[in-house]
Protein backbone atom coordinates (compact mmCIF):
# COMPACT_ATOMS: atom_id res chain seq x y z
CA UNK A 1 0.00 0.00 0.00
CA UNK A 2 1.69 3.50 -0.76
CA UNK A 3 2.01 6.10 1.50
CA UNK A 4 -0.20 8.05 -0.05
CA UNK A 5 -3.10 5.70 0.16
CA UNK A 6 -2.37 5.23 3.56
CA UNK A 7 -2.35 9.18 4.09
CA UNK A 8 -5.96 9.36 1.79
CA UNK A 9 -7.10 6.50 4.30
CA UNK A 10 -6.25 8.40 7.40
CA UNK A 11 -7.97 11.37 6.51
CA UNK A 12 -11.34 9.70 6.27
CA UNK A 13 -10.67 8.38 9.40
CA UNK A 14 -10.58 11.50 11.10
CA UNK A 15 -14.34 11.60 10.92
CA UNK A 16 -16.36 9.03 13.02
CA UNK A 17 -19.39 10.16 12.53
CA UNK A 18 -19.21 10.96 8.92
CA UNK A 19 -18.10 7.12 7.93
CA UNK A 20 -20.87 6.31 10.59
CA UNK A 21 -23.67 8.41 8.93
CA UNK A 22 -22.19 6.93 5.10
CA UNK A 23 -22.30 3.26 6.14
CA UNK A 24 -26.16 3.84 7.61
CA UNK A 25 -27.06 4.77 4.30
CA UNK A 26 -25.54 2.22 2.67
CA UNK A 27 -27.49 -0.30 4.99
CA UNK A 28 -29.68 -1.24 2.54
CA UNK A 29 -26.76 -2.27 -0.26
CA UNK A 30 -25.23 -4.17 2.73
CA UNK A 31 -28.95 -6.35 3.58
CA UNK A 32 -28.74 -7.25 0.04
CA UNK A 33 -25.42 -9.43 0.25
CA UNK A 34 -25.52 -12.96 0.81
CA UNK A 35 -26.33 -15.12 2.21
CA UNK A 36 -22.70 -16.66 3.86
CA UNK A 37 -22.69 -12.62 5.31
CA UNK A 38 -26.08 -12.78 6.94
CA UNK A 39 -25.65 -10.44 10.52
CA UNK A 40 -24.34 -11.85 12.85
CA UNK A 41 -28.18 -12.34 14.70
CA UNK A 42 -29.46 -14.47 11.40
CA UNK A 43 -25.88 -16.68 11.35
CA UNK A 44 -25.65 -19.88 13.38
CA UNK A 45 -21.63 -19.75 13.35
CA UNK A 46 -22.42 -16.94 15.88
CA UNK A 47 -24.37 -19.25 18.47
CA UNK A 48 -21.78 -21.52 20.43
CA UNK A 49 -22.70 -25.03 21.50
CA UNK A 50 -23.87 -25.23 24.77
CA UNK A 51 -22.38 -26.46 26.82
CA UNK A 52 -19.37 -25.34 25.67
CA UNK A 53 -16.29 -27.75 24.64
CA UNK A 54 -13.70 -28.85 26.54
CA UNK A 55 -10.58 -26.15 26.69
CA UNK A 56 -8.64 -22.76 27.70
CA UNK A 57 -8.83 -19.14 26.81
CA UNK A 58 -8.21 -18.93 23.39
CA UNK A 59 -9.54 -22.38 21.78
CA UNK A 60 -10.81 -22.38 18.41
CA UNK A 61 -14.13 -23.07 18.66
CA UNK A 62 -14.93 -22.94 15.30
CA UNK A 63 -13.92 -20.72 12.31
CA UNK A 64 -14.38 -20.69 8.61
CA UNK A 65 -13.22 -18.52 5.71
CA UNK A 66 -14.41 -15.01 5.16
CA UNK A 67 -13.75 -11.59 3.46
CA UNK A 68 -12.08 -8.58 4.33
CA UNK A 69 -13.61 -5.86 2.21
CA UNK A 70 -13.02 -1.98 2.35
CA UNK A 71 -15.82 -2.00 -0.70
CA UNK A 72 -19.38 -1.54 0.89
CA UNK A 73 -21.10 -1.50 -2.71
CA UNK A 74 -19.83 -4.58 -4.26
CA UNK A 75 -18.07 -6.43 -1.36
CA UNK A 76 -14.85 -7.10 -3.16
CA UNK A 77 -12.09 -8.94 -1.29
CA UNK A 78 -9.18 -6.50 -0.38
CA UNK A 79 -6.15 -8.25 -2.62
CA UNK A 80 -3.25 -10.17 -0.52
CA UNK A 81 -5.38 -11.23 2.10
CA UNK A 82 -6.81 -13.99 3.74
CA UNK A 83 -9.53 -13.79 6.31
CA UNK A 84 -11.17 -16.05 8.98
CA UNK A 85 -13.90 -15.28 11.25
CA UNK A 86 -13.23 -17.45 14.45
CA UNK A 87 -15.72 -18.31 17.56
CA UNK A 88 -12.98 -18.82 20.45
CA UNK A 89 -12.78 -19.32 24.11
CA UNK A 90 -12.64 -16.17 26.93
CA UNK A 91 -13.87 -15.49 30.15
CA UNK A 92 -16.19 -12.92 31.53
CA UNK A 93 -15.40 -10.43 34.05
CA UNK A 94 -15.58 -12.58 36.75
CA UNK A 95 -13.93 -15.65 35.10
CA UNK A 96 -16.69 -17.57 33.36
CA UNK A 97 -15.94 -18.98 30.28
CA UNK A 98 -17.75 -17.72 27.36
CA UNK A 99 -17.39 -17.72 23.76
CA UNK A 100 -16.78 -14.74 21.82
CA UNK A 101 -15.89 -14.17 18.33
CA UNK A 102 -13.81 -12.35 16.15
CA UNK A 103 -11.45 -12.08 13.07
CA UNK A 104 -8.06 -13.23 11.87
CA UNK A 105 -6.67 -11.59 8.65
CA UNK A 106 -3.21 -12.68 7.49
CA UNK A 107 -1.03 -11.37 4.98
CA UNK A 108 -0.66 -13.90 1.52
CA UNK A 109 2.90 -12.64 1.46
CA UNK A 110 5.56 -14.16 3.15
CA UNK A 111 6.77 -12.33 5.75
CA UNK A 112 10.44 -11.12 5.29
CA UNK A 113 10.94 -9.99 8.18
CA UNK A 114 13.28 -10.57 11.31
CA UNK A 115 11.65 -13.66 13.31
CA UNK A 116 8.25 -14.73 12.87
CA UNK A 117 5.33 -12.66 11.34
CA UNK A 118 4.16 -10.02 13.60
CA UNK A 119 0.44 -10.31 15.18
CA UNK A 120 -1.51 -7.18 16.17
CA UNK A 121 -4.70 -8.09 18.71
CA UNK A 122 -6.33 -4.86 17.54
CA UNK A 123 -9.76 -3.71 20.28
CA UNK A 124 -11.50 -1.49 18.61
CA UNK A 125 -13.50 1.71 19.11
CA UNK A 126 -17.22 2.11 19.97
CA UNK A 127 -19.33 0.02 17.47
CA UNK A 128 -22.62 -0.32 19.72
CA UNK A 129 -24.37 -2.84 21.53
CA UNK A 130 -26.00 -4.73 18.59
CA UNK A 131 -24.81 -7.81 17.37
CA UNK A 132 -25.34 -6.25 13.75
CA UNK A 133 -22.16 -4.17 15.17
CA UNK A 134 -19.46 -6.81 15.85
CA UNK A 135 -16.38 -5.95 13.83
CA UNK A 136 -16.21 -9.50 12.16
CA UNK A 137 -19.31 -9.05 10.40
CA UNK A 138 -18.56 -5.13 9.67
CA UNK A 139 -15.46 -5.70 8.09
CA UNK A 140 -16.92 -8.50 5.49
CA UNK A 141 -19.31 -5.14 4.47
CA UNK A 142 -16.75 -2.23 4.10
CA UNK A 143 -18.62 -0.55 6.95
CA UNK A 144 -15.97 -0.30 9.31
CA UNK A 145 -14.58 2.43 10.40
CA UNK A 146 -11.41 1.47 11.56
CA UNK A 147 -10.71 -1.02 8.34
CA UNK A 148 -8.25 1.69 7.33
CA UNK A 149 -5.82 1.01 10.21
CA UNK A 150 -6.51 -2.71 10.21
CA UNK A 151 -5.54 -1.98 6.32
CA UNK A 152 -2.29 -0.19 6.98
CA UNK A 153 -1.43 -2.70 9.84
CA UNK A 154 -1.79 -5.73 6.74
CA UNK A 155 0.22 -3.65 4.43
CA UNK A 156 3.27 -3.72 6.74
CA UNK A 157 3.04 -7.47 6.42
CA UNK A 158 1.82 -8.03 10.11
CA UNK A 159 -1.40 -9.92 11.06
CA UNK A 160 -4.40 -8.67 12.48
CA UNK A 161 -6.66 -10.45 14.81
CA UNK A 162 -9.96 -8.25 15.55
CA UNK A 163 -12.11 -9.48 18.63
CA UNK A 164 -16.12 -8.75 18.80
CA UNK A 165 -15.58 -8.85 22.78
CA UNK A 166 -18.24 -10.14 25.12
CA UNK A 167 -21.74 -10.01 23.73
CA UNK A 168 -21.18 -8.47 20.07
CA UNK A 169 -21.87 -10.52 17.82
CA UNK A 170 -23.00 -13.77 20.02
CA UNK A 171 -25.96 -14.01 22.21
CA UNK A 172 -26.12 -11.74 25.42
CA UNK A 173 -25.79 -8.40 25.43
CA UNK A 174 -22.35 -6.81 25.03
CA UNK A 175 -20.48 -6.13 28.12
CA UNK A 176 -19.49 -2.26 27.07
CA UNK A 177 -16.71 -0.89 28.90
CA UNK A 178 -16.14 -3.48 31.40
CA UNK A 179 -12.57 -3.70 31.07
CA UNK A 180 -11.90 -6.78 32.58
CA UNK A 181 -14.06 -8.64 29.73
CA UNK A 182 -12.33 -6.58 27.25
CA UNK A 183 -8.79 -7.39 28.50
CA UNK A 184 -9.50 -10.75 28.10
CA UNK A 185 -11.29 -10.50 24.78
CA UNK A 186 -8.27 -9.30 23.74
CA UNK A 187 -5.57 -11.26 25.22
CA UNK A 188 -7.54 -14.36 23.69
CA UNK A 189 -8.17 -13.57 20.60
CA UNK A 190 -4.15 -13.51 19.85
CA UNK A 191 -4.21 -16.93 21.32
CA UNK A 192 -6.77 -18.03 18.99
CA UNK A 193 -4.68 -16.68 16.22
CA UNK A 194 -1.71 -18.38 17.10
CA UNK A 195 -4.35 -21.61 17.52
CA UNK A 196 -6.03 -21.40 14.35
CA UNK A 197 -3.95 -23.73 11.91
CA UNK A 198 -4.10 -22.27 8.91
CA UNK A 199 -3.13 -19.20 9.82
CA UNK A 200 0.43 -19.80 10.99
CA UNK A 201 0.76 -17.41 13.60
CA UNK A 202 2.27 -19.77 16.43
CA UNK A 203 4.59 -18.02 18.07
CA UNK A 204 4.15 -14.94 16.91
CA UNK A 205 4.71 -12.16 18.68
CA UNK A 206 2.25 -9.46 19.91
CA UNK A 207 1.48 -6.27 20.03
CA UNK A 208 -1.42 -4.87 20.82
CA UNK A 209 -3.46 -1.94 19.80
CA UNK A 210 -6.66 0.40 20.78
CA UNK A 211 -8.39 3.67 20.72
CA UNK A 212 -11.32 5.05 22.71
CA UNK A 213 -13.24 1.95 24.02
CA UNK A 214 -10.28 -0.26 22.22
CA UNK A 215 -7.94 2.07 24.71
CA UNK A 216 -9.61 0.51 27.55
CA UNK A 217 -9.21 -2.87 25.76
CA UNK A 218 -5.65 -2.47 25.33
CA UNK A 219 -5.03 -1.13 28.77
CA UNK A 220 -6.40 -3.96 30.53
CA UNK A 221 -5.22 -6.20 28.15
CA UNK A 222 -1.73 -4.90 29.57
CA UNK A 223 -2.34 -4.67 32.96
CA UNK A 224 -3.50 -8.34 33.03
CA UNK A 225 -1.13 -9.77 30.49
CA UNK A 226 1.79 -11.09 32.87
CA UNK A 227 -0.28 -12.93 35.29
CA UNK A 228 -3.35 -14.04 32.63
CA UNK A 229 -1.63 -14.87 29.53
CA UNK A 230 2.16 -15.31 30.01
CA UNK A 231 2.38 -17.83 27.22
CA UNK A 232 2.16 -14.91 25.04
CA UNK A 233 5.28 -12.72 23.51
CA UNK A 234 3.94 -9.62 24.24
CA UNK A 235 5.94 -6.50 22.96
CA UNK A 236 4.17 -3.59 23.01
CA UNK A 237 1.06 -1.55 23.81
CA UNK A 238 -1.01 0.97 22.16
CA UNK A 239 -3.59 2.71 24.17
CA UNK A 240 -5.08 5.86 23.18
CA UNK A 241 -8.08 7.95 24.13
CA UNK A 242 -8.09 5.65 27.04
CA UNK A 243 -11.74 5.84 29.14
CA UNK A 244 -9.72 4.40 31.90
CA UNK A 245 -11.88 5.69 35.16
CA UNK A 246 -15.72 5.54 34.32
CA UNK A 247 -16.67 7.77 37.09
CA UNK A 248 -14.76 10.40 35.86
CA UNK A 249 -16.16 10.20 32.38
CA UNK A 250 -19.43 10.03 33.33
CA UNK A 251 -19.15 13.28 35.18
CA UNK A 252 -17.65 14.82 32.08
CA UNK A 253 -20.17 13.43 30.04
CA UNK A 254 -23.29 14.38 31.90
CA UNK A 255 -25.61 16.82 30.26
CA UNK A 256 -23.43 16.66 26.96
CA UNK A 257 -23.87 15.70 23.35
CA UNK A 258 -22.17 12.72 24.25
CA UNK A 259 -24.43 11.43 27.39
CA UNK A 260 -25.91 8.26 25.56
CA UNK A 261 -22.31 6.63 25.55
CA UNK A 262 -22.76 6.82 29.38
CA UNK A 263 -26.18 5.05 28.79
CA UNK A 264 -24.36 2.12 26.61
CA UNK A 265 -22.15 1.79 29.77
CA UNK A 266 -24.46 1.21 31.88
CA UNK A 267 -26.37 -1.09 29.85
CA UNK A 268 -22.63 -2.87 29.54
CA UNK A 269 -22.35 -2.89 32.86
CA UNK A 270 -25.88 -4.55 34.08
CA UNK A 271 -24.97 -6.91 31.70
CA UNK A 272 -21.67 -8.27 33.13
CA UNK A 273 -23.29 -7.60 36.85
CA UNK A 274 -26.97 -8.47 37.02
CA UNK A 275 -27.02 -7.84 40.45
CA UNK A 276 -27.01 -4.06 39.10
CA UNK A 277 -30.78 -3.91 38.19
CA UNK A 278 -30.52 -1.38 36.03
CA UNK A 279 -33.18 -1.32 35.15
CA UNK A 280 -34.85 -0.20 39.10
CA UNK A 281 -33.24 3.06 38.50
CA UNK A 282 -35.31 4.32 35.37
CA UNK A 283 -37.88 5.96 34.69
CA UNK A 284 -40.31 5.82 31.57
CA UNK A 285 -37.76 7.48 29.16
CA UNK A 286 -34.89 5.59 30.67
CA UNK A 287 -36.59 2.29 29.91
CA UNK A 288 -37.58 3.35 26.55
CA UNK A 289 -33.79 4.18 25.92
CA UNK A 290 -33.07 1.07 27.23
CA UNK A 291 -35.12 -1.06 25.06
CA UNK A 292 -33.80 1.24 21.79
CA UNK A 293 -30.61 0.93 23.22
CA UNK A 294 -29.93 -2.90 23.86
CA UNK A 295 -29.51 -3.24 19.55
CA UNK A 296 -28.51 0.46 18.61
CA UNK A 297 -25.33 0.16 16.40
CA UNK A 298 -23.62 3.42 15.87
CA UNK A 299 -23.53 2.86 11.99
CA UNK A 300 -26.81 2.67 11.65
CA UNK A 301 -29.70 5.36 10.77
CA UNK A 302 -31.50 4.22 13.79
CA UNK A 303 -28.25 4.23 15.72
CA UNK A 304 -27.62 7.76 14.94
CA UNK A 305 -31.32 8.84 15.92
CA UNK A 306 -31.33 7.53 18.98
CA UNK A 307 -27.88 8.89 19.79
CA UNK A 308 -29.34 12.52 18.44
CA UNK A 309 -32.26 11.91 21.27
CA UNK A 310 -29.67 12.10 23.96
CA UNK A 311 -28.07 14.82 22.94
CA UNK A 312 -27.45 17.19 25.96
CA UNK A 313 -29.59 15.06 27.98
CA UNK A 314 -28.71 13.79 31.85
CA UNK A 315 -28.72 11.11 34.28
CA UNK A 316 -31.48 12.40 36.00
CA UNK A 317 -33.58 12.74 32.96
CA UNK A 318 -34.04 8.82 32.08
CA UNK A 319 -33.51 7.89 36.29
CA UNK A 320 -35.63 8.08 39.20
CA UNK A 321 -32.59 7.86 40.79
CA UNK A 322 -28.74 7.44 40.74
CA UNK A 323 -27.43 4.22 40.09
CA UNK A 324 -23.68 6.11 40.00
CA UNK A 325 -24.29 7.23 43.70
CA UNK A 326 -25.34 4.07 44.56
CA UNK A 327 -22.32 2.02 46.32
CA UNK A 328 -22.97 -1.10 44.77
CA UNK A 329 -22.43 0.52 41.56
CA UNK A 330 -19.40 2.20 42.14
CA UNK A 331 -17.69 -0.65 43.62
CA UNK A 332 -18.00 -2.45 39.94
CA UNK A 333 -17.13 0.84 37.82
CA UNK A 334 -13.85 1.41 40.60
CA UNK A 335 -12.93 -2.59 40.08
CA UNK A 336 -12.88 -1.64 36.41
CA UNK A 337 -10.52 1.06 36.68
CA UNK A 338 -7.08 1.15 35.28
CA UNK A 339 -4.43 1.91 36.50
CA UNK A 340 -3.63 -0.38 39.58
CA UNK A 341 -0.99 -2.30 37.70
CA UNK A 342 1.98 -1.66 36.24
CA UNK A 343 2.12 -3.00 32.51
CA UNK A 344 5.43 -5.42 31.82
CA UNK A 345 6.20 -4.35 28.11
CA UNK A 346 6.37 -0.67 26.88
CA UNK A 347 3.11 1.51 26.37
CA UNK A 348 1.94 4.24 24.22
CA UNK A 349 -0.64 6.35 25.88
CA UNK A 350 -2.13 9.14 23.51
CA UNK A 351 -4.49 11.55 24.61
CA UNK A 352 -5.96 14.88 22.53
CA UNK A 353 -5.73 17.50 24.97
CA UNK A 354 -9.44 18.70 23.88
CA UNK A 355 -10.62 15.22 24.17
CA UNK A 356 -14.88 16.42 23.59
CA UNK A 357 -15.91 12.85 24.87
CA UNK A 358 -12.77 11.30 27.28
CA UNK A 359 -11.18 13.66 29.63
CA UNK A 360 -7.83 14.59 29.27
CA UNK A 361 -7.48 14.71 33.27
CA UNK A 362 -8.27 10.84 33.95
CA UNK A 363 -6.05 9.93 31.03
CA UNK A 364 -3.46 11.78 32.60
CA UNK A 365 -3.92 10.58 36.13
CA UNK A 366 -3.70 6.66 34.54
CA UNK A 367 -0.54 7.31 32.92
CA UNK A 368 1.21 9.10 36.56
CA UNK A 369 -0.38 5.55 37.95
CA UNK A 370 1.68 3.18 35.02
CA UNK A 371 4.57 5.60 35.83
CA UNK A 372 4.52 5.36 39.39
CA UNK A 373 4.05 1.72 39.59
CA UNK A 374 7.23 1.46 37.12
CA UNK A 375 5.42 0.59 33.90
CA UNK A 376 7.82 1.84 30.72
CA UNK A 377 5.18 4.47 29.22
CA UNK A 378 5.39 6.82 26.08
CA UNK A 379 3.02 9.43 27.16
CA UNK A 380 2.07 11.88 24.16
CA UNK A 381 -0.24 14.27 23.96
CA UNK A 382 -2.34 16.47 20.67
CA UNK A 383 -3.10 20.33 21.42
CA UNK A 384 -4.77 20.96 18.37
CA UNK A 385 -6.89 17.40 18.65
CA UNK A 386 -10.76 16.76 19.92
CA UNK A 387 -11.12 12.59 20.09
CA UNK A 388 -11.66 11.66 16.88
CA UNK A 389 -8.87 13.55 15.22
CA UNK A 390 -6.84 12.00 18.25
CA UNK A 391 -7.49 9.01 16.65
CA UNK A 392 -6.24 10.29 13.40
CA UNK A 393 -3.02 11.47 14.62
CA UNK A 394 -2.60 8.74 17.14
CA UNK A 395 -2.35 6.64 14.43
CA UNK A 396 1.12 7.56 12.57
CA UNK A 397 2.46 7.38 16.10
CA UNK A 398 1.34 3.93 17.12
CA UNK A 399 2.33 2.33 13.88
CA UNK A 400 6.11 3.36 14.37
CA UNK A 401 5.80 2.46 17.72
CA UNK A 402 4.60 -0.86 17.27
CA UNK A 403 6.99 -1.92 14.18
CA UNK A 404 9.72 -0.88 16.90
CA UNK A 405 8.80 -2.86 19.70
CA UNK A 406 8.53 -6.03 16.47
CA UNK A 407 12.21 -4.83 15.71
CA UNK A 408 13.89 -5.21 19.11
CA UNK A 409 14.31 -1.61 19.07
CA UNK A 410 14.77 -0.17 23.05
CA UNK A 411 12.57 2.57 24.38
CA UNK A 412 12.94 4.46 27.61
CA UNK A 413 9.91 6.34 27.52
CA UNK A 414 9.20 9.50 29.33
CA UNK A 415 7.57 8.88 32.73
CA UNK A 416 11.01 10.71 33.82
CA UNK A 417 9.86 14.02 32.00
Known sequence: MSISVRRVMRAAAASCLGIAMAAAALQGTAAAAPQDSRPPAEDPFYTPPEPLPAGAPGDVIRSRPSVFTMDP??????????????????????????????????????????????????????????????????????????????????SRGWAVAVTDMEGLGTPGQHTYEVGGSQGKAVLNMARAAQRLPDAGLGGAPVGLWGYSQGGT??????????????????????????????LAVAKGLDGSPFVGLMFMAAVGYDAAYPELDLEKYLNDSGRELLRKAEHLCLVSVDGIGTLAGTLFKKISDYTSSDPLSTPEWQQRLNANKLGGTAPAVPVLQTQAVYDEIIPFGQADTLHKAWCAKGANVTW???????????????EPDAMTFLADRFAGKPVTGNCAA
Open 217 to 246: STGWAAELAQTYAPDLDLKGVFAGGVPADL
Open 380 to 394: KTYTFAEHATGMLWS
Open 73 to 154: VNHSPYEGVKSWQVLYRSETVQGRPTAVSGTVLVPTEAWTGQGKRPLVSYGVGTRGLGDACAPSYTLTQGMDYEEFFVADAL
